[in-house]
């Protein structure tokens, strides 16, 4: 069983469920229910207490069986709470693995368990299938923080530099773009598009942050945009000190949308799934991952040895997707995600251009230990 550290009120979780949100959907915990749902509690036992699990079996239940109907699957984002991630994530992973699997699932329906941004790629993927999202609101700091004018002005004042936009983008950004990328190959995307265009010099857009970590990975000369996730900029290297103090010994894993004094603080950086990969390569005693919240405890669902320090940060926009609006959603296929044709097919150029990099074995790490490289921002 995994052990976490409890460091202070930094992480708020989402409530408990306070009443039985599958009753008030005409759903019970009946024997059917029992026998084909109860053998999962075991991998959710750290999260889900015994008293909701009645709560949880039959929404679990109910969402397979209309996944089953409606032959869809769930693509989960490592930012999920352990029940979706867990019980109902038919494909887990990062933003580029998620990415992939739109590309090559045979479902008619994907759910979208994850933030806007991952629902408009999937279904400029995978135009031919219906897109849901459980919750509208689900956005991301990052994705509002330019628009489609921002980039052609951009584009503009910089004519011969190629733009590389993050995937946490609109449609409509993507589509004014050269190439995508993730956490997990931006510096092989930075340094692909440079070369082939022939330049030193390229346009990072919107997280200001993880340009700048890209920056110091690689001699090409980045302009960043000031986008910023609400989730990562919280963290600064001052937590890392505290962490070390208070936990000694801590093995200190940061996600690239750090501030870059964070990285220079900590042992590793890398994507969510470079994260995951290296807790459970190296199986430290006792680890702190500076990310999204629902991160930790996924992680240590695979990693029952390891000791998890939390001072996490919650994503209020992941946290809307719950088993209750993925069951509601599926049910009534309901939010689907449209992108227009036009935009569609230049974002699709963009994220192509990506898809098509070499698939690396293993998702590389950030350089760590190193002051910020100065760079424009825009
Ligand atoms: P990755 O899963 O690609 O590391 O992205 C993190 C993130 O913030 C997604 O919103
Ligand atoms: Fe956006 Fe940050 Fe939330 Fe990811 S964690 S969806 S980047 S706000």
Redesign the pocket.
């Known amino acids: 069983m995994a052990r976490f550290i409890d460091f202070g009120d930094v992480c708020e979780l989402p409530p408990r469920r306070t009443e039985n949100a599958a009753e008030a959907r005409g759903l019970v915990y009946d024997q059917a229910v029992k026998a084909a749902v109860d053998h999962l509690y075991d991998e959710v036992a750290d999260f889900v207490t015994p008293m909701e699990w009645p709560a949880i079996a039959p929404l679990v239940h109910g969402i397979n069986q209309l996944k089953k109907q409606r032959n869809a699957v769930v693509l989960a984002?490592?930012?999920m709470t352990p029940d979706v991630f867990s019980l109902v994530g038919d494909f887990r992973?990062?933003?580029?693995?998620?990415a992939r699997e739109a590309a090559q699932t045979d479902a008619e329906v994907i759910v979208q368990a994850?933030?806007h941004?991952?629902a408009e790629t999937s279904k400029i993927l995978s135009p031919d299938k219906t897109v849901l999202i459980p919750d509208t609101r689900a956005g991301?700091s990052?994705a509002a923080s330019v628009t489609g004018a921002d980039v052609r002005l951009i584009r503009q004042k910089y004519p011969d530099y190629p733009i590389v936009t993050y995937?946490?983008t609109t449609a409509d950004v993507k589509a004014e773009c050269d190439i995508t990328c993730?956490?997990?190959n931006a510096v092989q995307v930075v340094e692909t598009v440079a070369r082939d265009w022939g330049v030193d010099t390229v346009i990072m857009i919107p997280d200001e942050f993880l340009a700048k970590n890209v920056a110091a990975n690689t001699d090409i000369k980045i302009i960043a945009w000031h986008g910023r996730?609400e989730?990562?900029e919280k963290f600064s290297a001052e937590d890392v000190r505290q962490i070390r103090e208070a936990h000694p010994g801590t093995l200190v894993l940061a996600?690239?949308?750090c501030p870059p004094d964070v990285l220079e603080e900590a042992d590793f950086a890398?994507?969510?799934?470079?994260?995951a990969h290296y807790v459970s390569e190296h199986a430290p005693q006792k680890v702190v991952l500076l990310?999204?919240c629902s991160m930790s405890d996924n992680v240590a669902a695979e990693n029952p040895g390891v000791e998890f320090v939390k001072p996490c940060n919650l994503?209020p926009?992941?946290k809307r997707i719950t088993l209750e609006n993925i069951y509601d959603c599926l049910k009534t296929m309901q939010h689907e995600v449209t992108v227009d044709e036009d935009v569609r097919i230049r974002a699709k150029a963009a994220i192509d251009a990506m898809l098509a990099l070499p698939k690396m074995a293993t998702p590389p790490g950030f350089k760590v230990g190193q002051g910020a490289v100065p760079l424009e921002v825009i």
Do not use: W
């Open positions: 984002h490592n930012y992973g990062d933003s580029l693995q998620l994850g933030v941004f991952m991301c990052l995937v946490n993730t956490s997990s996730c989730v990562h996600h690239p949308e890398g994507s969510t799934s470079a994260l990310t999204e994503c926009h992941m």
